[in-house]
């Protein structure tokens, strides 16, 4: 029998959140640091070949 989450004990309940909370912080964070990545080649770019300011 599968292990829904009707079937899920306290514990479990409490683990399961706990580990999506800290999924949804690594993500984040992966986002992050892509946008910050592109944004920093984006302005090395720009300032390269002239066009900035």
């Given at each position: 029998?599968?292990?829904?989450?009707?079937?899920?004990?306290?514990?479990q309940k409490a683990e399961f959140l706990?580990?999506?909370?800290?999924?949804?912080?690594?993500?984040?964070?992966?986002?992050?640091?892509?946008?910050?990545?592109?944004?920093?080649?984006?302005?090395?770019?720009?300032?390269?070949?002239?066009?900035?300011?």
């Amino acid at each position: 029998m599968e292990l829904t989450e009707s079937h899920w004990s306290d514990e479990q309940k409490a683990e399961f959140l706990r580990r999506r909370r800290a999924r949804n912080f690594l993500l984040l964070a992966a986002l992050g640091g892509f946008c910050l990545i592109v944004y920093v080649i984006a302005l090395v770019k720009l300032h390269e070949y002239g066009q900035m300011w």
